[in-house]
């Protein structure tokens, strides 16, 4: 049952005068003569009638323009196959179909669906972070679009389980060997996750062929800051120490996290700086935690390996002195280091140091 489209305009002649006497006072006050011998009146009367038809011919879209658009839609060399009403659905579908990458959001949703190993994908317009000294202040850079994607594994399981369910082997295959390529070739096992060459050059080659005219795509790696903690957790009485402690551990990894997880959906945030308060917050609301310390009143969170001065620059601290957050570049990532971080577990029971 087709839709029954809506009446666009139902004013009249005569309601499209009196709208129009009608703002006569608002608009120009000093015009006092309103009869029809007046000639601003006569003008009105005019438009009003022109107005009715443009109204009415608004209402009256003939299959002839219908076809029409659909031509300007499908191409000079367009043809119809199909009914009409077929043909407008179809038209519509492909026009909401995302292939020109123009916004953040196309380049971020095509770079996705270049390859199903990619987890994450982000979008930073105007600049070029290929050839960027991150030394130096950013670059503004018309025309440039830098996308920094990150691999990821639960989606790649997926994807071969569907495979092997209906027997793609060589599918499956050529799948594993990407894979490994993507996340093992390049990386180490405790370094966090990175593109390998291979899978920049799909996702730039894939995105080259939706670009406009005139846009440069860079396909980069995500940068990492390496930040490391210090804390003082005291627990309950309750709580047991080893428990504690991998909760602990994986609390805090899951919230620093590229990638999502069960504790953050969405992964962090690129650019959001690393607050020391949100931490806090973080470790206090654990059930079996009583309350959370500095650690020998020194910096809750430290740049393990400083790479340069500029890295220093990053703390923030407060007109007391206390450190508040560390800084992230718009396209930054955090990277936890537990192996140089310092984390006492104090018990009522026992005590225990955690040093990595």
């Not at 309103?34 to 003939?62: C, K």
């Not at 770079?111 to 190993?117: I, N, P, Q, S």
């Not at 997926?158 to 050529?174: H, P």
């Not at 790696?221 to 080893?242: D, G, K, M």
Request: glycine share 4%.
């Amino acid at each position: 049952m087709a839709i029954e489209l809506p009446n666009l305009d139902d004013r009249t002649y005569d309601d499209l005068v009196q709208e129009a006497l009608g703002m006569i006072p608002t608009y120009a006050p000093q015009w006092t003569n309103h009869n029809p011998s007046d000639p601003g009146i006569t003008l009105i009367e005019l438009f009003a009638y022109l107005t009715e038809m443009l109204l009415y011919r608004q209402n009256r879209v003939t299959e002839a323009n219908k076809r029409m658009f659909l031509q300007l839609l499908n191409g000079p060399n367009w043809q119809q196959t199909q009914d009409l009403q077929t043909e407008i659905k179809e038209a519509i579908n492909q026009v909401r179909d995302r292939y020109r990458a123009i916004t953040c959001n196309d380049f971020v949703e095509l770079a996705l669906e270049a390859d199903h190993t990619i987890a994450r994908a982000h979008c930073i317009p105007r600049r070029n972070l290929n050839s960027e000294n991150p030394l130096v202040e950013p670059v503004d850079r018309p025309g440039h679009v830098s996308i920094i994607i990150i691999p990821g594994g639960k989606e790649v399981v997926l994807l071969a389980l569907l495979l092997l369910i209906q027997g793609s082997l060589y599918q499956l295959a050529l799948l594993l060997i990407q894979y490994y390529l993507v996340n093992y070739a390049n990386n180490s096992y405790y370094s966090p996750p990175q593109p390998s060459s291979f899978l920049i050059n799909q996702v730039k080659n894939h995105l080259q062929q939706r670009r406009l005219i005139g846009t440069a795509i860079h396909v980069v790696v995500p940068s990492y800051i390496t930040i490391s903690i210090r804390f003082t957790i005291y627990l309950n009485r309750e709580a047991e120490v080893e428990t504690s402690e991998e909760t602990i551990l994986n609390t805090l990894e899951n919230f620093l996290a590229p990638l999502a997880n069960p504790d953050n959906p969405q992964g962090w945030q690129f650019g959001r700086n690393v607050y020391v308060s949100e931490l806090y917050q973080l470790l206090d609301e654990l059930e079996f935690v009583d309350y959370v310390t500095k650690n020998n009143q020194q910096d809750e969170v430290f740049l393990p390996e400083p790479d340069a001065i500029a890295d220093e620059q990053r703390l923030v601290y407060t007109n007391t002195g206390q450190l508040s957050a560390i800084q992230l570049k718009p396209e930054e990532l955090v990277n936890l280091d537990l192996g140089n971080s310092d984390i006492d577990i104090i018990s009522p029971i026992e005590n225990v140091d955690f040093t990595r």
